[in-house]
């Protein structure tokens, strides 16, 4: 029963619901609890200690139903199989002939379950391994039994064809059942498996070359980065009675008790939210990561005090507004309408966001450019980064293009890097991870 | 007049260093008969519930039976209205024993929730105790030798009789164990929640100047949340989790029977009807089943024996608190009206 336990918890992890360790020894305290009669009354229960929001609750619902399902070998004609005893199902290969042959679906439930737990199906994870799972709890349960029985009935001749013919029916009918028990393995136990797989390569393949159709899951992997950042990052905003006594403050607040320390009034620190200003090159190859550090800039709003966010190619606009009212796609689309496809131009977009934004730029915004620096060989007008880079907090250049193309041809880059605190590559979803990461880091340690 | 004392302040001040002393002999933990029998099995807990007027469904008696038998606290999550608080109530009721109630807010901290010193008072007994202080160092030479004499009196000030338990102190001292109910958990900060994590997997908590205070019997806790914010994973993992949905019709029919019993028949299921209709649209508020047994009862004063879409109209402030909530209803009025006037010719 434990083994059995311990794979449907390995199929609930699969299915991402999260299990602790002392969740596991809940469940299984539950479990010893309830007994395993009463199939409603202990799903109930498991479910109590070990799925803890509606999300998963549902998916616990469907493994539970999934994995204790025991259907396999339920006759075709839906009779019920005869009740067999326990002595029977012992020896297994010489009897396999004369329990297909009786069609005895119990001890065929029970002999592939049991031939299942020789092979180690749980250790199914791929869909390349159907074949090979299936054919080795074929070999577990004794078939060569069966495809003996069949060749003796084909060289006895005449009598025996419709014997063989018998056989043959009965030898496809467990191959079904026991690729459907393989089939139902697999989606239980490889799920898990291969959406890591693809979620791991999605994060790293550059986002410029995305399919379409990973597209819908970018998102969900977005949020999913952006969840983790909230709960990592969104801890106690003030430390309060703890270290240093401000000696000051307390002396002054004890006037009232003549002179007497009562109230002890100790040094606060404030941890400021940073405010970010983002500055997004639009122009072909970037545009796709910069819809990306948008969407995840603003699943993070939580965290940030405030988040602006301006695109350029020839000319920059402000674009705060069409992420507050829209989805992602659709900002993207309506941003691409009023700047895209123009050619690029850094030193006049630049000059556009000092007329009219420069001011709003204070000790406590972090500007975050992206950009390749490609600027059609105009003037990069690097004053005026400077000129940022001394009013900002910090400066931090993300460039989509890899270190060795910097300053090739029309790249600017390694003009642009002295005014900047923090120049990394960034075209993945884990490069972009880290930088977000490290924004929301280093605006903790600083206050 | 010194202004309020603050009990960590005087504590750093005064700190006498010695060994932790335990208010309370160590805990007893199992079940009492009384509560064995009441627990024995899913079915006598529900079959209880029911003469207590708290109609639970299966998935919520399993919750209270795990709950119960394994000692740990239950996190109550479900839309406002669904009987949360109410669950908790039923369970002192059905085993007896008192309840604590907490309510959670923005800004609760440990001084409202677990213990508080009563400054008063020690104020009081310092100034009575004035002359006595002097008797008790008259016989001192010397300021370390009357230092050393205050140390072995100082303990006094900071005993049980200065203590004023809060909420989470009364339910682990209660001699007859509890049901300690920590209402709408997500309204406080996250600090609060950190804070709650001792008391649910030990069932102790420390105070500084006193020592580790352990449960005497385990209370029963229960925490609800709106989810108005997701728990902490920490939080959820001490806990079991059980999710209370809105109740299908004839779960809610058989709450209202038995909140409402004077209600005629036809006119409760044409209004658990017309409610579950309303539930399936987009509104602001969903009515909750507290909001349905109120609008059972308004329907009862006003002599209702069916309904009708006047009534209906009249009263649909009562279980709708949103003007556009109640002009999204009004203009399907008829349509739902008589969905349920069918369903109740279908039932009879």
Known sequence: ?447 | MPGPLRAQSLARLHRVPGAPVHLSPPTEIGMEAKYQERLSSIERIQEGFAELNYICSRPIATAIYVSCHLGKPLLVEGPAGVGKTELANATSEYLGVPMIRMQCYEGLDESKALYEWKYAKQLLYTQILKDKIGDVLSDAHGLAESMEQLHRFSDIFFSEQFLEPRPLLKALTAEEGAVLLIDEIDKSDHEFEAFLLEILSEFQISIPEIGTVKAKKRPFVFLTSNNTREMSDALKRRCLHLFVPFPDAKLEQRIIKARVPAIPDSLKVQLVDFVQQVREMDLKKQPSVSETIDWARVLLLLHATSLDADVVRETLNVFLKFEEDIHAVDQQLYEFTRHAQKADARVA
Not at chain 1, 288 to 316: M, P, W
Not at chain 1, 349 to 358: A, C, G, P, Q, T
Not at chain 1, 428 to 438: I, M, P, Q
Request: charged share 30%; hydrophobic share 40%.
């Open chain 1, 1 to 447: 029963m434990e083994r059995t336990f311990t794979n449907f918890l390995q199929a609930l992890r699969g299915a991402e619901v999260r299990v602790s360790v002392a969740e596991t020894l809940d469940a299984m305290e539950t479990a010893e609890l309830m007994g395993w009669g009463d199939r409603e009354a202990l799903k109930y229960a498991l479910s109590l200690a070990l799925a803890k929001t509606p999300d998963e609750k549902e998916i616990f619902d469907a493994t539970f139903d999934q994995f204790f399902r025991f259907d396999s070998f339920r006759g075709r004609d839906g009779e019920t199989p005869e009740a067999n005893s326990g002595e029977e199902l012992e020896g297994k290969a010489g009897d396999l002939l004369d329990m297909v042959q009786r069609r005895d679906e119990t001890a065929l439930a029970l002999a592939m379950q049991q031939a299942a737990r020789e092979v180690n199906v749980e250790n199914i994870r791929f869909f390349t391994q159907r074949g090979l799972f299936t054919q080795r709890i074929l070999g577990a349960m004794g078939i060569e039994a069966i495809d003996a029985a069949i060749s003796a009935a084909v060289r006895s001749g005449e009598g025996g064809a419709g014997q063989a013919g018998q056989l043959r029916e009965a030898r496809s009918y467990l191959f079904e059942q026991v690729r459907d028990f393989v089939e139902q393995q697999l989606s239980l136990q490889g799920a898990g498996a291969s959406a890591e797989l693809r979620e791991d390569r999605l994060r790293r393949s550059r986002l410029g070359n995305l399919d379409r159709r990973d597209q819908e899951q970018m998102k969900v992997i977005v949020e999913k980065i952006a969840r983790r950042l909230v709960a990592l990052h969104s801890r106690r905003k003030k430390l309060r009675n703890r270290g240093v006594i401000d000696i000051r403050k307390t002396m002054r607040r004890n006037y009232g008790s003549g002179g007497i320390l009562f109230d002890l009034e100790w040094k606060q620190r404030k941890i400021d939210k940073p405010r970010v200003m983002a500055i997004c090159d639009v122009s072909g190859s970037v545009a796709a990561v910069a819809r990306f550090l948008l969407q995840f800039l603003y699943e993070l709003h939580e965290l940030l005090h405030d988040i602006r966010s301006f695109a350029f190619s020839g000319k920059l606009i402000e674009t705060s507004s069409f992420f507050k009212d829209k989805q992602a796609d659709d900002a993207v689309a309506a941003i691409m309408d009023r700047v895209g496809f123009m050619p690029t131009d850094y030193g006049e977009s630049l000059s556009n966001f000092r007329e009219k934004f420069l001011n709003d730029v204070d000790k406590k915004t972090a500007v975050i450019i992206l950009g390749d620096g490609r600027s059609n060989f105009t003037d990069p007008r690097t004053d005026i980064l400077k000129e940022i880079h001394d009013r900002s907090k910090r400066v931090i250049w993300l460039n989509p293009e890899p270190p060795p193309l910097w300053g090739t041809g029309d790249s600017e880059m390694r003009r642009y890097a002295p005014y900047c605190d923090l120049v990394r590559e960034c075209n993945t979803l884990n490069h972009l991870e880290r930088v977000v990461g490290d924004l929301l880091q280093v605006a903790q340690k600083a206050a």
